[in-house]
């Protein structure tokens, strides 16, 4: 298992980030019930001009986890998109990119949102010490949860 930063403007890691995401949100659409689901929408273009940073986790022959984030001037982390390959799944990189992220320095908190109904996903940031601060219905009639998680001093 390696971690690595990812640098999503070269396009075959665009291509390989946007696959990922695309397999692991295609799971998430399926155990929310969503017939459309917006991070299905993004294209290979729009991962390549993402203002967001990119690290990812894998094997020596490909990348299995990804995680896009930003942070802004009060020193707060944002998860705007967090995927594991489905063939991956319960095996650790998911944690190890998270386990960084937390113990990145001068972080404060950290956040992220996902389907209210993927109780995988909400159990999982939970083991990482998220807790949910609030909810709210997408365009698109989805549930949504923000969970939040204090970045360890």
């Known amino acids: 298992m390696r971690l690595q ?7 075959d890691q665009a291509h390989d980030i ?12 399926s155990i929310i019930g969503a017939d459309d689901f ?9 991962i ?13 022959a490909r ?14 982390c944002e998860i705007t998109s967090f995927g594991v390959d489905p063939s991956s799944f319960r095996q650790g990189y998911g944690s190890m990119l998270l386990r960084n992220l937390i113990s990145m320095p001068g972080i404060l908190e950290l956040s992220v949102a996902t389907a209210a109904a993927n109780t995988p ?7 990482h010490g998220f807790a949910c601060s609030g909810e709210w219905l997408t365009p698109e009639k989805i549930a949504v949860v923000r969970m939040v998680r204090a970045a360890v001093a």
Do not use: M
């Open 48 to 60: 390549a001009s993402a203002q967001a940073q990119f690290i990812g986790a894998g094997d020596e």
């Open 63 to 76: 990348l299995l986890a990804v995680c896009e984030f930003s942070i802004d001037s009060g020193n707060s």
């Open 5 to 11: 930063q990812l640098d999503h403007r070269q396009s």
């Open 121 to 127: 996903a909400i159990r999982f940031y939970e083991k």
């Open 38 to 46: 917006p991070p299905l929408r993004r294209t290979v273009a729009d």
């Open 18 to 29: 946007w696959r990922l995401l695309h397999d692991a949100y295609s799971v998430e659409a």
